[in-house]
């Protein structure tokens, strides 16, 4: 997500059209659901889940760049992170 939105915001001059986000939420959550569809019931794969469902929320946003910034999206980022490292692996965001 990160190298796309970077990718995002030098080719469209740094004003990301709304239907660029939305692509790179919505690739975001494919990435976590395939990831957490390989973790069973661990509770890093249940972080994983959430983490894709608030980017497929805010990919569905009429302004998805705002909706990202929404308190449930960065708590389900916080809560991935702390899943990982109580796991033993370390994530940057």
Same mark, same amino acid.
Request: hydrophobic residues 45%; glycine residues 10%.
């Given at each position: 997500?990160?190298?796309?939105?970077?990718?995002?915001?030098?080719? !469209? /001059? =740094? @004003?990301? *059209?709304?239907?660029?986000?939305? %692509?790179?939420?919505?690739?975001?959550?494919? #990435?976590? +659901? &395939?990831?957490?569809? !390989? /973790? =069973? @019931?661990? *509770?890093?794969?249940?972080?994983? %889940?959430?983490?894709?469902?608030?980017?497929? #929320?805010? +990919? &569905?946003?009429?302004?998805? /760049?705002?909706?990202?910034?929404?308190?449930?999206?960065? %708590?389900?980022?916080?809560?991935?992170?702390?899943?990982?490292? &109580?796991?033993?692996?370390?994530?940057?965001?």
């Amino acid at each position: 997500m990160k190298g796309e939105l970077v990718s995002a915001l030098q080719s !469209e /001059g =740094g @004003d990301v *059209k709304p239907s660029t986000y939305k %692509k790179i939420l919505t690739d975001l959550n494919e #990435k976590m +659901a &395939a990831v957490a569809a !390989e /973790g =069973g @019931d661990s *509770k890093v794969a249940a972080a994983l %889940k959430q983490f894709g469902a608030e980017a497929l #929320k805010a +990919a &569905a946003a009429a302004d998805p /760049g705002t909706a990202a910034a929404d308190p449930g999206f960065e %708590k389900a980022g916080e809560d991935l992170t702390a899943a990982c490292k &109580a796991a033993g692996v370390t994530v940057k965001f």
